[in-house]
């Protein structure tokens, strides 16, 4: 039986197997260990954000698939906010909007 998956190993976990990517080299990609990757894929919800670029190389994501791994790693913060606060909760979500619908390009002129 398999263990339940992290959100990032929903996402991650099939898709590199589709591709024939291994644990161990998709980890030896990130510069990570394979308990490392295995851990935030079946038990931890928390994963850099450097990971998502490497990852996203690797596995040659869309745009689409991009910004969805990026949700993923900003839910975290966003679920560790407290439900008391709904208007910064609210601008957070506005801004993952607002950041999937700008090019990489203006992206990175805002930063």
Known sequence: MRNQLTPLGNFLRPRREKLGVSLGEMAGKLKVSSARLST????????????IE?????????????????????????????TSQPKFKEL??????????????????LR
Do not use: C, M, V
């Not at 869309?62 to 910004?67: H, R």
């Open 92 to 109: 957070l979500h506005e801004i993952n909007q607002l950041k999937e619908r700008i090019s990489e390009e203006g992206f990175d002129e």
């Open 40 to 51: 935030a894929e079946i038990q931890s919800d928390s994963f850099p954000f450097d990971w």
């Open 54 to 82: 490497g990852i996203s190389k690797s596995l040659e994501l869309t745009p689409k698939e991009q910004a969805e791994l990026r949700a993923i790693h900003d839910q975290r913060y966003l679920d560790k906010l407290n």
